[in-house]
């Protein structure tokens, strides 16, 4: 019996002691975790000033491809590819006999005609002398008169066609239709080009150079602004950049396009810049730079205490001593490593910015001081 009595005191010992760590895995599931040990910044505004950077494209005011105008061959080419030239300069020249022999033989028609008409007045002014004095019939006075104006007729023919055999020969001779840089020509010497179809070239102004860029509708209104404000032509508002490298001279708004595009929500705008040295060529890609003073208002924090999520970015915010609470922000301009806050935070209040990763809403947090 005294044996039973041992195993059952065994037994129960047995099932208090495996309650008692039951007990103690509970208490410590239920236990909170441990505070995150982060790195608190208070937010603050400052003065502020970047660049918003649009990708743009540089486009000459003015360009046109320069088309053979009548059939024939290439006689002669009187520039060198990637010149300056002026505005009635000549550039090409093509075979012309055959248009000289027609223009001569338009010139001789004509002068035939002319002699038609004289002999025609004269015929005519004598007949109507006769009729005055009842000397002929009337059908013969009726007759000169009509053969009179079919004579003037035929001088007005004769004479279009002498100016449009003349215009091809005008034609035959190609010159620059504005002043500009030349590009490299399309047809050498001898080459048999056709009217209308054969491009010999293309010119375009360099001087200024426009750069044409799209903005997003949103920023339409502060465009305009500035679209419509005089401003110093040294102020350095609009800029290029290459690279690292930045433009020397500054632009200035030409335009700004009709309408919106409704695909993009875009809509085109033009600036123009002084191009003095032919640096700028048109179809090069360059980056517009917009300077903007942002005031005192604006908030910028370090960019590394933002989360990103779904395209949405937050940021953990203290609410009280050691709790924090995720916030929904709207940024604005990355400048080095800081970035603009357009909506979301205020001053004053404090933000994680080192142990985000390991935060969740209503994180507790062991704050340490910001270094």
């Known amino acids: 019996m005294l ?34 040990p982060v790195t608190l910044t208070e937010v603050s505004a400052a003065k502020t000033s970047y660049y918003d950077e649009y990708p743009g494209m540089l486009v000459p005011l003015n360009q046109t491809e320069i088309r053979a105008q009548v059939t024939g061959y290439v006689t002669g080419i009187y520039f060198k590819d990637g010149d300056k030239v002026k505005k009635g300069q000549r550039l090409y020249s093509i075979d012309a006999q055959s248009y000289d022999a027609n223009y001569q033989n338009a010139i001789a028609n004509m002068q035939v005609q002319e002699t038609n008409l004289l002999k025609a007045q004269k015929d005519a002014d004598r007949y109507n002398e006769l009729d005055k004095q009842d000397a002929i019939a009337k059908q013969q006075v009726d007759y000169a ?55 010999l070239n293309t010119i ?100 590394k205490s933002v989360v990103e999520q779904l395209g949405e970015f937050y940021v953990y915010v203290a609410i009280d001593s050691n709790k924090v609470s995720q916030r929904k922000i709207k940024l604005g301009k990355q400048i080095d490593s800081m970035v603009i806050v357009r909506e979301g935070l205020n001053a004053g209040e404090k933000i994680v910015v080192q142990g985000v990763q390991n935060l969740r809403e209503g994180s507790v947090i062991n704050p340490a001081p910001n270094k």
Do not use: W
Not at 13 to 34: D, M, R, T, V, Y
């Open 204 to 303: 375009s102004t360099d001087e200024p150079m426009a750069v044409d860029f799209s903005v997003d509708q949103k920023d339409l209104y502060r465009f305009t602004t500035l679209q419509q404000q005089k401003r110093n032509p040294k102020d350095s508002l609009f800029t290029l950049a290459f690279g690292n490298t930045v433009y020397p001279y500054t632009g200035s708004i030409a335009f700004i396009d009709r309408a919106v595009d409704a695909q993009t929500g875009t809509i085109k705008t033009r600036l123009n810049f002084p191009n003095p040295k032919g640096a700028l060529k048109a179809g090069m890609n360059a980056m517009v730079r917009v300077h903007t003073d942002a005031g005192n208002t604006a908030i910028s924090i370090p960019y």
């Open 3 to 36: 044996h039973k009595g041992y195993v059952a005191g065994g037994f129960f010992s047995l099932l208090f002691i495996l309650s008692s760590c039951g007990n103690k895995q509970q208490q410590a599931s239920q236990a909170p975790p441990p505070a995150v």
């Open 145 to 199: 008169n009509a053969a009179l104006e079919a004579a003037k007729k035929q001088v007005d023919a004769a004479k279009a066609t002498v100016r449009a055999v003349q215009a091809n020969v005008r034609f035959a001779t190609i010159t620059a239709p504005f002043s500009g840089t030349i590009g490299i020509s399309q047809v050498r010497q001898g080459t048999s080009v056709v009217a209308g179809s054969t491009v």
